[in-house]
């Protein structure tokens, strides 16, 4: 792609560029709750809009050079889980996914639950050069992983953190994917914000603020984890978690991606090269993957040799209240379990168990303590 690119800079990017001006432009479609998407803006954008033969004015081609070296710093991530790694089960043994450079030294940021238990973990660049690398730091707050390659990254330059509040909900966005085969190029979708808002994974993960795009990164690879999500200036504003079908929220369907703003990585970056982890990331962990409906938390799974599961929980089981503080939400549940001295203090939870209402006094675990050993951070 780098190659490509020095090639076709002008023309690739001023085609990109006014692709990105006309979707800021269009209208902001709503879709009812239910209704089939007809929204132009959720499928791929393919074809160009602007002439190839235009020249580029002295902002364009500002934008087009920004954009070029942020595409040129996202790499391939490929990892193997340990042979008795439990995230196996929902992960996979075989992961892969994205990183992007942000350190002049190689470091490279990713999406954490790539790194969960990896026995052995790879970089692909873009110059079809496969390296090994090791796990520098795993963040279970914000979800973030860090990565460091073992040999030089030549000619990579790490980009620039930018921040969400410098973008604006219709605002057009760039989201770049690695390879991680070395005979398919890296991957360029033009996306746009959707929407900022709190969003409660089902895995005990809770941030205040992600930014939701659509349409959804169309990779060639088909994997949208750990994708750099750019600004028009080429700074990284977040890294890919998940597919959703809710981008815009408010029960409406428009399928789209999840970007974990990278406003979180600034305050720990530091720490979490220091010591593996922040501290925020040392809180009680249950081994619940549950969801929220009609006001009702319910348990979906629960992970095998887990503090839920030696307490007697089940998947079926209604949380109604933890510790007599009565919780209808994700985000409420998470944030009084997480409001405890210590990980380890014991977690007493009232629960709907078919027609029966009991307590269940769970003894969580320090989730990073177990993570720690696993991923050898």
Known sequence: MTAFLAAHAPRYWLIGLSALAC??????????PGSPITNPITSPITSPIASPTASPDASQ????DALSRASAAVVGVRVTAADEARSTATLGKERAGSGVVIGSDGLILTIGYLMLEAQDIRIVTQDNKTLPAVAVGYDLATGFGLIRPLLPLAGVAP????????VQTGEALMAAVGSTDTNIEADVSLTRLVS?????????YH??????TSPPVMAGNGNHSGAALFNQKGELLGIGSLLVM????ENRRMPGNMFVPVDLLKPILSEMQKSGTSRLSIRPWLGLTS????????V?????DSPAQKAGLKAGDVVLAIDGNKVASLEAFYKKLWDRATPQEPVKLTVLQGADVNTVVVQPQDRMAHLRKATGI
């Open 196 to 204: 900022k808002r709190a969003f409660s994974g089902s895995w005990e």
């Open 23 to 32: 979707l800021s432009a269009a209208p902001l479609w709503a879709q009812a």
């Open 159 to 166: 980009v620039e953190l930018g921040t969400q509040a410098s």
């Open 291 to 298: 969801g929220e409906s009609g006001g009702r938390v319910q």
């Open 300 to 304: 979906l799974r629960v992970s095998e």
């Open 246 to 249: 809710d981008a815009m929220g």
């Open 61 to 64: 081609a500002a934008g087009v």
């Open 207 to 212: 941030i205040d603020s992600a930014l939701f």
